[in-house]
DNA sequence: AGAGTGTCAATTGTCGACAATCGGCATTTT
DNA sequence: AAAATGCCGATTGTCGACAATTGACACTCT
């Protein structure tokens, strides 16, 4: 018994909808784009049934909009959209740093520091893109550590949104040696199990990179 | 000019999906129990693709799940899902609170005074689904007034979820008027734009509103 | 020229069809 | 009789087709 693992049966929607995503965080897909169904059906090799259901999927997550007889479009953000984000993404990993200071595990502490660590190894090699990445995974390991499913999944939708966002300013880290120092508060919060401090030190970073978010965007404004 | 309102073109996806969800909410769907796609589309006048993308939709926001090559069911709730849905929602409410006690207009606090009185006028009178409802549309408008939309989207897919765990186990409110009383620490608090206080207000009542649903489902899952 | 109208290609909305697969029941085997 | 196998109806996965609608362009009329 147990030999064998499961075989993954990725359905053909899901597979399409992670390909979108991908996409349109990445920058592939631009704002306001137009999906047209045929031509995804094309480049997928699937009929448009397939292409059409990942698009509500995505749709739900507020990741594409869908006007009737229009079709869907990748979502534009604004600036105030972002500081939306982020003003929600504090309040939520606040909220999962109280938690995670009582339940988090030796073992999620030493994943974070770990994570720290990679984030300290992302300076001066990585590409932006990994920086982005492994500075989300850090945040992320802290939702993970307050034990909330429900949380991390709210967590994922706003990282995904803020990973898009990001995108498209293109420089966020002028320095990722400084970004990743900016980490040491929280992890010091954490190691100490300080939940003040810890919220103290997750408000500030957070707020930080809002700031610095929402200035970009407005700029852009600005310039359209 | 402007003679003329705007004429809605609710497509069928969105019909449908309200449909499912009204369904699942009032427990006219139970948790777990299947959603086969030619008998929906089928009560629905329906061909089978609309209903697809439907349940894609409810899929994203968690009310239903998907198995691939088995199809859609009703999202089943657990003691500790539910643990998890209120402890979120404390974090996600007491920041709306945080964001209110700021920016919240006195047409704000004005409306959820109102939304208090309606509180008292369903005791007594109206069915228990209507006070589940101005309950939630209460502490709804505190989201609102938080003017944060992304904050009021997370809450509302909470307030689902909430309302259709709430619905399985039937009663919650034994006493209408005490619960409408329950609120009146959160109004005070609003009213003196005392944001500390609020946040210690709202902690308490969501606490016990998710010790009490959370007992309720661990009693469900004992005799179960 | 400018506003309004007509026309048409492109695209979406929905459908019915067919193959693939699943779960349960009957059947066989030991 | 219990377990394994084979079979079959029910259901899902995906597709191609056709009608309806849209947006853009060309055209007309004043």
Known sequence: MSVFSEVSTTDLVTQIARQITEAIVTGHLKPGERLTELQLSREFGTSRAPVREAARLLESQGLV???????????????????DIYELRIGLELHAGYLAVERATDADIAALEKQLGRLYGTAGQASIETQIFEDFAFHRMICKASGNARLIRVYDELATEMRAGITLIGKIYDDPQRMAETHEPIMDALRK????????????????????????????EKGA
């Not at 869907?72 to 500081?83: C, D, I, K, L, N």
């Not at 957070?206 to 407005?218: G, Q, S, T, W």
């Open 65 to 83: 909009t869908f006007s009737p007889r229009r079709g869907f479009f990748v979502r534009t953000f604004s600036a105030s959209e972002m500081r």
């Open 193 to 220: 199990r300080d939940g003040d401090e810890l919220r103290e030190a997750l408000r500030y970073h957070i707020a930080v990179a809002r700031d610095a978010v929402v200035a970009l965007f407005e700029e852009l």
